[in-house]
């Protein structure tokens, strides 16, 4: 089995977002109900708003970004998704799309379904690139099967 994602996914979607949580939403409900008595600041209610509007916009970035990320493996039949609980497998046939969007740091790949899947319709991994490269090497029937020709041109 070969695995198209990056080892860094871990960390990115379970430990980040964990931190996040853990560490912003102590300090956000130590403010929230900490007395005047503290600060002058904790009693004025834009303050606290402030903080609730920061930590809710802290999660829907974090839940729209990095928890989307999956771990990708693809063997000689099938896709293989894991969200780090469950693992889904695909077949070839139901995968419509294979493109990659370059964000300078690293590769996203997305692989689009035909129908939607358990965990969507679209798949987001981060490309370990080496990886990706030798699968692109190794299985250009594959590549030139889900991926256009403008962005195959893109990975090289």
């Given at each position: 089995m070969r695995r198209l994602s990056s080892s860094a996914t871990l960390g990115l979607k379970v430990f980040i977002p964990t931190l996040w949580i853990v560490f912003f939403g102590t300090l956000s409900l130590a403010i929230l109900i900490s007395?005047?008595?503290?600060?002058?600041?904790?009693?004025n209610w834009m303050f606290k708003g402030g903080v609730i509007l920061f930590f809710t916009l802290?999660?829907?970035v974090l839940y729209y970004s990095l928890i989307q990320l999956q771990r990708v493996e693809l063997d000689h039949k099938h896709l293989y998704v894991s969200n780090y609980i469950k693992t889904y497998r695909y077949t070839f046939d139901s995968?419509?799309?294979?493109?990659?969007?370059?964000?300078?740091?690293?590769?996203?790949?997305?692989?689009?379904?035909?129908?939607?899947?358990?965990?969507?319709?679209?798949?987001?991994?981060?490309?370990?690139?080496?990886?990706f490269d030798d699968f692109v090497n190794a299985s250009p029937e594959l590549v030139s099967r889900w991926m256009t020709p403008e962005n195959i041109d893109s990975l090289t």
């Open positions: 007395g005047p008595d503290k600060s002058p600041l904790f009693r802290g999660l829907l995968i419509e799309k294979l493109s990659v969007q370059d964000l300078y740091l690293f590769r996203l790949g997305i692989f689009t379904l035909k129908t939607r899947g358990a965990l969507g319709r679209r798949i987001f991994f981060l490309q370990s690139r080496q990886k």
